[in-house]
């Protein structure tokens, strides 16, 4: 998609989503369609909206459910302007398919029917948000993976969480928005947002934006919603798009963090197929207005040097990217990075600092130092929090040799930002007996927030049926009660 001033960001009607993806027409979205799967054990939660049906309308609708290629539909009515539903009884580990059809005014044949989804019921952890079926290619333009969770609590109090859809060299250019009103326990459908992928809701001064990029490489974006996320902004570009071939930017939904007047976030440019990415951060005044580009400062990218004092020796392709803009107890900005370590002596447990000047925003990052830290081989959030005084995260902790796994996730905190301890393991599907194993299960690209005396977070969840551990097919919702309470433990 071309982006121009008169460009829209936000669909919620599937039918005008179909129009500006330009997918064929003989891959049409209905005016009825299914929002959120929810698969748990031995059932399913269903939403779905009749973008044709307004209050008043007198429609009902006629669930339509099977097991996989097998034997007739099971079916039943539901009534009322829009649809949610729960299927009890089913089996666990099995695939399903199932679809919804309108009945409208009092006739007895559905009058149009909503694409059939795919879904497999199972024991998960945490409340889910969405899910999609690794082989349902509803949303197959841009993938079939839900990825880059992220989650921000609006001035309202109600939480937003967005999701993008992946998978390898697909379109990767669409994400999707839930609303819960009740802290996490309840979700529901807002509206989709395309082109975006890889992106980060935040609040600032009082108003919500999406920091993303069109797809992966794409250019920068960033969108506002004056109504918490029901309609966006056209989104306005602030790096220009490159490609997977000669590298573009790169991001995951990274914290925002307000420093010296100024919000910083961090960027990476590069691609996997040039094998690195170099880093940067990108910022713009407070006062100023976000969707001016002329206002944001994109500092020269930094390319990672072997030579650093402390680096790893050898290595697949060791590199740096998804930074975290966070301040040391000096006041100093630093952007503490995921280290990609595979391969290389030692092969995990380190993590890369670099240095900004946040008095000159428009200076590159300067190399810092080699720290300890667990987690460093996936995607991790780090805030401080002033009332422990102490800085946080979810990572993935490695536990060798194993050195890939994303099947442990786990609590640690710091008070200086350079040593880091254990607190607890939150999940942990490598020693509880699970039968899939670390190449099946992954609770991953964790996006989090304070709320009171808890953590909120979301998670890209890999479990029952999953493609792999990385092509996950739930986004998911948890609680870390008291966090503060918990009491560190040694399980290095």
Request: charged share 20%; aromatic share 12%.
């Given at each position: 998609?071309?982006?121009?001033?008169?460009?829209?960001?936000?669909?919620?009607?599937?039918?005008?989503?179909?129009?500006?993806?330009?997918?064929p027409?003989?891959?049409?979205?209905?005016?009825?369609?299914?929002?959120?799967?929810?698969?748990?054990?031995?059932?399913?939660?269903?939403?779905?909206?009749?973008?044709?049906?307004?209050?008043?309308?007198?429609?009902?609708?006629?669930?339509?459910?099977?097991?996989?290629?097998?034997?007739?539909?099971?079916?039943?009515?539901?009534?009322?302007?829009?649809g949610?539903?729960?299927?009890?009884?089913?089996?666990?580990?099995?695939?399903?398919?199932?679809?919804?059809?309108?009945?409208?005014?009092?006739?007895?044949?559905?009058?149009?029917?909503?694409?059939?989804?795919?879904?497999?019921?199972?024991?998960?952890?945490?409340?889910?948000?969405?899910?999609?079926?690794?082989?349902?290619?509803?949303?197959?333009?841009?993938?079939?993976?839900?990825?880059?969770?992220?989650?921000?609590?609006?001035?309202?109090?109600?939480?937003?969480?967005?999701?993008?859809?992946?998978?390898?060299?697909?379109?990767?250019?669409?994400?999707?928005?839930y609303?819960?009103?009740?802290?996490?326990?309840?979700?529901?459908?807002?509206t989709?947002?395309?082109p975006?992928?890889?992106?980060k809701?935040?609040?600032?001064?009082?108003?919500?934006?999406?920091?993303?990029?069109?797809?992966?490489?794409?250019?920068?974006?960033?969108?506002?919603?004056?109504?918490?996320?029901?309609?966006?902004?056209?989104?306005?570009?602030?790096?220009?798009?490159?490609?997977?071939?000669?590298?573009?930017?790169?991001?995951?939904?990274?914290?925002?963090?307000?420093?010296?007047?100024?919000?910083?976030?961090?960027?990476?440019?590069?691609s996997?197929?040039?094998?690195?990415?170099?880093?940067?951060?990108?910022?713009?005044?407070?006062?100023?207005?976000?969707?001016?580009?002329?206002?944001?400062?994109?500092?020269?990218?930094?390319?990672y040097?072997?030579?650093?004092?402390?680096?790893?020796?050898?290595?697949?392709?060791?590199?740096?990217?998804?930074?975290?803009?966070?301040?040391?107890?000096?006041?100093?900005?630093?952007?503490?990075?995921?280290?990609?370590?595979?391969?290389?002596?030692?092969?995990?447990?380190?993590?890369?600092?670099?240095?900004?000047?946040?008095?000159h925003?428009?200076?590159?990052?300067?190399?810092?130092?080699?720290?300890?830290?667990?987690?460093?081989?996936?995607?991790?959030?780090?805030?401080?929090?002033?009332?422990?005084?102490?800085?946080w995260?979810?990572?993935?902790?490695?536990?060798?040799?194993?050195?890939?796994q994303?099947?442990?996730?786990?609590?640690?905190?710091?008070?200086?930002?350079?040593?880091?301890?254990?607190?607890?393991?939150?999940?942990?599907?490598?020693?509880?007996?699970?039968?899939?194993?670390?190449?099946?299960?992954?609770?991953?690209?964790?996006?989090?927030?304070?709320?009171?005396?808890?953590?909120?977070?979301?998670?890209?969840?890999?479990?029952n049926?999953?493609?792999?551990?990385?092509?996950?097919?739930?986004?998911?919702?948890?609680?870390?009660?008291?966090?503060?309470?918990?009491?560190?433990?040694?399980?290095?």
């Open positions: 998609m071309k982006l121009t001033k008169e460009s829209s960001w936000g669909f919620k009607d599937p039918r005008e989503l179909h129009l500006a993806a330009q997918l027409a003989e891959q049409p979205f209905s005016a009825l369609h299914i929002t959120r799967l929810a698969p748990g054990s031995a059932c399913l939660e269903m939403d779905w909206n009749h973008f044709d049906c307004s209050s008043s309308c007198s429609a009902s609708y006629r669930v339509h459910y099977r097991l996989r290629d097998s034997g007739p539909f099971v079916q039943f009515n539901v009534t009322g302007p829009m949610t539903t729960k299927i009890q009884g089913l089996e666990d580990g099995q695939d399903y398919e199932i679809y919804v059809s309108a009945l409208q005014n009092g006739e007895s044949l559905p009058t149009i029917q909503s694409p059939v989804r795919l879904f497999r019921p199972g024991e998960v952890p945490g409340t889910v948000v969405n899910y999609i079926h690794p082989d349902d290619y509803t949303y197959g333009f841009s993938g079939r993976s839900p990825a880059s969770p992220s989650i921000v609590r609006l001035p309202n109090e109600d939480l937003l969480a967005s999701h993008d859809v992946y998978w390898g060299n697909e379109g990767q250019n669409l994400s999707l928005l609303r819960s009103s009740d802290n996490g326990y309840t979700w529901s459908f807002v989709f947002l395309y975006c992928f890889w992106g809701l935040f609040v600032h001064q009082e108003r919500l934006y999406m920091l993303a990029t069109s797809t992966e490489y794409g250019a920068l974006l960033i969108g506002r919603s004056d109504n918490g996320g029901e309609t966006w902004s056209q989104p306005t570009v602030l790096i220009e798009a490159g490609s997977r071939e000669a590298g573009g930017p790169h991001k995951a939904p990274m914290p925002v963090t307000e420093h010296n007047g100024r919000l910083w976030t961090a960027i990476d440019y590069g996997w197929t040039t094998g690195s990415h170099a880093s940067g951060l990108i910022s713009v005044p407070v006062d100023a207005d976000l969707l001016d580009s002329a206002n944001w400062t994109k500092m020269p990218f930094l390319p040097n072997k030579d650093w004092p402390g680096t790893v020796m050898g290595g697949k392709r060791s590199g740096l990217l998804e930074g975290n803009a966070v301040v040391l107890p000096s006041g100093k900005l630093v952007n503490l990075l995921r280290y990609q370590t595979n391969g290389g002596t030692p092969d995990h447990g380190r993590a890369i600092m670099l240095v900004a000047d946040a008095d925003p428009e200076l590159p990052l300067k190399f810092g130092k080699v720290i300890d830290f667990y987690g460093n081989l996936s995607k991790f959030t780090i805030y401080y929090d002033s009332e422990s005084g102490k800085y995260s979810l990572v993935n902790r490695v536990n060798p040799p194993t050195t890939g994303r099947n442990i996730l786990t609590l640690v905190s710091s008070a200086d930002l350079e040593h880091w301890e254990i607190v607890k393991d939150v999940l942990d599907y490598e020693h509880n007996g699970w039968p899939e194993d670390s190449k099946k299960v992954g609770f991953q690209y964790v996006d989090w927030i304070f709320r009171g005396s808890d953590i909120y977070f979301l998670s890209r969840t890999a479990i049926g999953a493609y792999n551990y990385h092509n996950a097919n739930y986004i998911t919702f948890h609680r870390l009660e008291q966090f503060r309470r918990l009491e560190c433990t040694d399980q290095a």
